[in-house]
C-alpha cells in the first residue's frame, strides 16, 4: 500500500434535496411579502428596496443558480412595484430615484457576487471528486481510503465496534498460469463490471475503494470477520459464475480479510489483510483467507448479505 500524506480538504456541500427545496421557497415567499409591505409603507425616498439583497443572498442555500435567478428578478420586481404603489411621495423625485436605484444595484451586485460564489463552491467539489473518486469505476480512491480508515479505525476503537477490512486482488487466470504472455492485462471494461459486482454485494454502510490498479478495498463497517468472510466468499462465487457465462477474459478474485483489534493502526490492519491475501492466493482461484483464520462451522444457509445487520 502506499504510504502517502495527503492534506484534507474541507468538503462543502451545499443541500440539494425536497425539504430543502420547500424551506426555500418558503422564505422566499415570506420574506418577499414582508419586504414588500415593509416598502409601501416607508415613505420614498428611502432605499427600503434593499433587503431584497437578503433574499438574493439566501439562495446560496441552493447549488443551482436558478434559484438565485428567480429571487434577483423577484426582488428587482417588487422594487418596482413598491414604487408605483406607494401612497405618496415625500421626498424630491430626484431623491426617490437614486435611493431606488441604489436598491436595484445593491440586488444585481448581491446576485453576481452569489453566482461566483456558486461557481466556486462547484469548481472545489468538482476537484474534491475528481481527487478522491476512480474515474473509470466511480470507486473512491487510495486517497480516499487512507483518509477515511483513519477516521473509521479511531471511532471503531473509541465506541468498541467491529471494523473488518477486506482486499480484492483481480487478476488474469493466465497470468496465475505463468503463460508467457507479457501483455496481458485486465479489460477496463471487466474492471468496471467488477467493481459493480463488489459494490452490489456490499450494504450502503460499507465503503469501497479502489486503491491501486486491480486492487479494491472493501471496510465492512460493524461486521466481525467470520460475516466479512461470508460476504466476500458469496462474491467470488459470484465472479466464478461470471466466468461461466462467457466473459472474454477469465478472471480470477481472491480476498483477504481482517479485524481490527485495539493496537491496530492503518498499516497494520491492511498489512495484516494483505497476508490473509497471499494466503488465498496461494489456495487457488476466487479463493478467500482470513488472518487470523477462522473455522468454517455448520450453518443453514443464508446468502451472506443478509448475515449482516443491514444499514443506511
Request: glycine share 4%; net charge positive.
Amino acid at each position: 500500500m502506499r504510504s502517502l500524506i495527503f492534506p484534507k480538504l474541507t468538503h462543502l456541500k451545499l443541500p440539494d434535496n425536497v425539504y430543502s427545496n420547500y424551506i426555500y421557497w418558503f422564505f422566499l415567499f415570506f420574506t418577499s411579502i414582508v419586504i414588500f409591505l415593509f416598502d409601501l409603507y416607508t415613505p420614498l425616498g428611502v432605499a427600503a428596496g434593499t433587503p431584497y439583497a437578503l433574499i438574493v443572498f439566501a439562495s446560496l442555500w441552493f447549488k443551482s443558480n436558478w434559484s438565485t435567478y428567480i429571487a434577483t428578478v423577484t426582488g428587482i420586481l417588487l422594487t418596482f412595484f413598491g414604487f408605483a404603489l406607494a401612497p405618496g411621495i415625500v421626498a424630491p423625485i430626484d431623491v426617490v430615484l437614486t435611493n431606488r436605484i441604489l436598491a436595484l444595484m445593491v440586488i444585481t451586485v448581491t446576485a453576481y457576487m452569489v453566482l461566483k460564489i456558486k461557481k466556486v463552491n462547484h469548481e472545489l467539489y468538482t476537484l474534491i471528486n475528481e481527487t478522491n473518486i476512480d474515474p473509470l469505476t466511480q470507486c473512491k480512491n487510495n486517497r480516499a481510503f487512507e483518509e477515511e480508515t483513519k477516521t473509521e479505525i479511531n471511532r471503531s476503537i473509541r465506541y468498541r465496534r467491529n471494523l473488518s477490512l477486506a482486499i480484492f486482488d483481480i487478476t488474469n487466470s493466465n497470468l496465475l498460469n505463468k503463460i508467457e504472455k507479457p501483455n496481458v492485462h485486465i479489460n477496463n471494461q471487466h474492471i468496471k463490471i467488477l467493481s459493480d459486482e463488489i459494490r452490489k454485494s456490499i450494504r450502503s454502510s460499507d465503503q469501497l475503494y479502489r486503491v491501486d490498479q486491480h486492487r479494491f478495498v472493501v471496510l465492512y463497517a460493524e461486521t466481525d470477520i467470520r460475516k466479512a468472510k461470508d460476504a466476500s466468499e458469496a462474491l467470488c462465487k459470484k465472479v466464478s459464475k461470471m466466468n461461466q457465462q462467457g466473459i472474454q477474459q477469465e478472471l480470477v478474485i481472491n480476498g483477504g480479510i481482517t479485524m481490527l483489534n485495539d493496537k491496530d493502526n492503518i498499516q497494520k490492519l491492511y498489512k495484516r489483510a494483505e497476508n490473509a491475501l497471499s494466503i488465498a492466493k496461494g489456495n487457488g482461484y476466487n479463493q478467500v483467507a482470513t488472518l487470523p483464520e477462522i473455522n468454517d462451522i455448520e450453518k443453514a444457509h443464508v446468502p451472506a448479505i443478509l448475515c449482516r445487520p443491514r444499514s443506511g
